[in-house]
């Protein structure tokens, strides 16, 4: 199987972590997305997982989007 070729620029979405969880479940999210330590960055394309994850926890991110 080919792999897909990339015709357009694909949106990326960079994502801090700026305040710590607070509860269990903010922490799971958090650890899930690979925030670990405060002011640690990831990029991740834009899919709706990842949109579904930042709105659970929008209040403890800096969110920036980018074309890459």
Same mark, same amino acid.
């Given at each position: 199987? *080919?792999?897909?070729?990339? %015709?357009?620029? /694909?949106?990326? =979405? %960079? $994502? %801090?972590? $700026?305040?710590?969880?607070? *509860? /269990?479940?903010? #922490? $799971? +999210? &958090? ?8 002011? #640690? &960055?990831? &990029?991740?394309?834009?899919?709706? /997982? +990842?949109?579904?994850? +930042?709105?659970? $926890?929008?209040? =403890?991110?800096?969110? /920036?989007?980018?074309?890459?």
């Amino acid at each position: 199987m *080919t792999p897909r070729k990339k %015709t357009q620029k /694909e949106k990326g =979405l %960079t $994502v %801090t972590l $700026v305040k710590r969880p607070g *509860t /269990e479940k903010l #922490r $799971v +999210i &958090t650890w899930a997305m690979g925030l670990r330590k405060l002011n #640690r &960055t990831r &990029t991740y394309n834009d899919c709706p /997982e +990842i949109r579904g994850m +930042i709105f659970k $926890v929008k209040h =403890l991110l800096k969110v /920036e989007e980018s074309g890459e």
